[in-house]
């Protein structure tokens, strides 16, 4: 089965997250990020959806 066929047997709205997935598990474990860095990435991007959600709400009220 091609890539593409696998991709297709994915739910819609799984595939983002399978393609993902598999990009940073070849990036661990190749040794280009840890775990850690990561964790550390996916906090920040976390924290910056937050207060870009906070902001839209805080002007909206305004």
């Given at each position: 089965m091609s890539l593409?066929?696998?991709v297709q047997n994915i739910?819609?709205?799984?595939?983002?997250a399978a393609a993902v997935y598999a990009l940073?598990?070849?990036?661990m474990s190749?040794?280009?990020i840890t775990r850690?860095?990561?964790e550390e990435g996916f906090?920040?991007?976390?924290h910056r959806?937050?207060?870009l959600r906070e902001?839209?709400?805080a002007s909206s009220q305004a």
């Open positions: 593409e066929e696998k739910p819609e709205d799984e595939r983002l940073n598990t070849v990036l190749r040794g280009i850690e860095e990561l906090d920040s991007w976390v959806k937050e207060l902001r839209a709400t």
